[in-house]
């Protein structure tokens, strides 16, 4: 398990340096004062978060989150690995340029997959609401995340 996440992580992070646009920052500016519904860069580095899970879902499928440094995202969509960037804007977290790989998948991953991308879409922002990570998307698309455990 710990070899295929590594592998995971090494793809996401591979991809993701593709992803960068010429003239996009590779790191984010600290905040000038942070509103009252954003997260500080610093307590979102290092974090690891995996969506809620459905009755029937099996965990090996449910979409992860990793901020794996300032500025660098990386994950899973449930069905497809991604990675991309992150910033502090305005006092919020804010997803820039991201990239998944192209594996087709149908049935509940392939749902999956689809809200958690309306919600990781262009202009999505990343919240705190007590103990969960909610991303939401321009168009209001909304998708949920729980820490994960360490371990």
Known sequence: MRIAR?????????????????NEPTSASPP?????????????VGTRWI?????????????RLEFVTEGRVSGFTGCNLLSGTWRMEGG???????????RMCLGP???????MLA??????????????LVLTGAGGARFELVEASAG
């Open 51 to 63: 969506g809620s899970a459905e009755k029937s879902a099996d965990p090996r499928t449910l979409p």
């Open 6 to 22: 590594a592998l995971m992580g090494m793809c996401a992070l591979g991809l993701g340096a593709c992803a960068a646009a010429p």
């Open 109 to 115: 991953e392939g749902e999956t997959e689809k809200r």
């Open 119 to 132: 919600a990781l879409g262009e202009n999505g922002r990343v919240t705190r609401e007590g103990s969960k």
């Open 32 to 44: 000038s004062a942070p509103a009252a519904a954003s997260v500080a860069p610093a307590s979102l």
């Open 92 to 102: 919020e977290v804010k997803l820039g340029t991201l990239v998944t790989t192209k």
